[in-house]
């Protein structure tokens, strides 16, 4: 008889936050095939059995692109067509949330400093759309890297913190910016869009590759990226030093926002 195993996490401390709108039910079968009973039968669990963990930090449905730091959440919170950033700064289970930026701009995609005394965020201040720069002990971002003619968004900083990766695009369109699934883009060629390498040290500039959204693989070497083929998005890899390049995807759907796992594979 195939056995259905649930499996409920109580998450005491989380049910006592009043920011938290809900739990968070885990159900693990122990196979494909589902028993015809309502009933659900029990097991005592395993040595080797490990359940995976997870909860809500979010305190609505409206919140994007979450970054790590420690213990300290960086995201996106869209409320009322704002779109700001909030920290979200956790203590075992108890959860304390800041507003690092509160603008009338839209503010969106954070990426932790390497020291991580501070972020980059892509945002349309200045009424283009740049990359910008906040430590936590500013009140106010300045502009980091921008251009007059196009777009720059979705930094993305080398395991070793000497280089940066980003998007340059020579078209503008805040709608098409701000969507978490990109969608076809009309009009333009593959090589709109660029992916940048940056050192940090004295600013110099390479284009690594045509595309967007860069990912650095967990040694450097690489970096993943979406490349468009005239109707979608597929995932490619660029070496980081030469620009070979090797595509991962072909689908009729678009493949963006690539991340690696810890061990590069």
Wanted: net charge negative; with cysteine; aromatic share 10%.
């Amino acid at each position: 008889m195939n056995i259905v195993i649930a499996t409920t996490l109580a998450m005491a401390l989380l049910s006592q936050c009043p920011t938290c709108p809900k739990l968070r039910t885990a159900m693990f079968a122990a196979n494909s095939a589902v028993a015809e009973t309502n009933e659900v039968a029990t097991q005592p669990a395993q040595e080797e059995a490990r359940l995976p963990y997870e909860f809500i930090i979010s305190r609505s449905s409206d919140d994007l692109v979450p970054a790590l730091s420690g213990a300290t959440f960086a995201i996106a919170t869209l409320d009322n067509d704002k779109l700001d950033i909030e920290l979200i700064f956790r203590v075992g289970h108890r959860l304390s949330y800041t507003k690092l930026t509160d603008d009338p701009s839209l503010d969106f995609r954070p990426v932790w400093l390497p020291n991580g005394d501070g972020i980059l965020f892509d945002s349309n201040r200045n009424r283009k759309i740049g990359i910008w720069k906040l430590t936590l002990s500013e009140k106010e971002p300045t502009p980091f890297i921008s251009t007059e003619d196009g777009m720059c968004f979705a930094p993305a900083f080398s395991p070793d913190g000497n280089e940066l990766a980003y998007t340059r695009t020579n078209f503008s369109d805040v709608a098409w910016w701000t969507n978490y699934v990109v969608p076809t883009v009309l009009d333009v060629r593959p090589e709109s869009f660029r992916v940048i390498v940056r050192k940090l040290e004295g600013a110099v500039e390479r284009i690594l590759t045509y595309g967007m959204m860069p990912a650095w693989s967990p040694d450097g070497s690489r970096i993943a990226y979406s490349l468009f083929n005239g109707e979608s998005w597929d995932l490619w890899i660029a070496d980081a030093k030469s620009g070979n390049r090797t595509q991962l995807t072909r689908s009729n759907g678009s493949d963006v926002c690539a991340s690696w796992s810890p061990d590069g594979k």
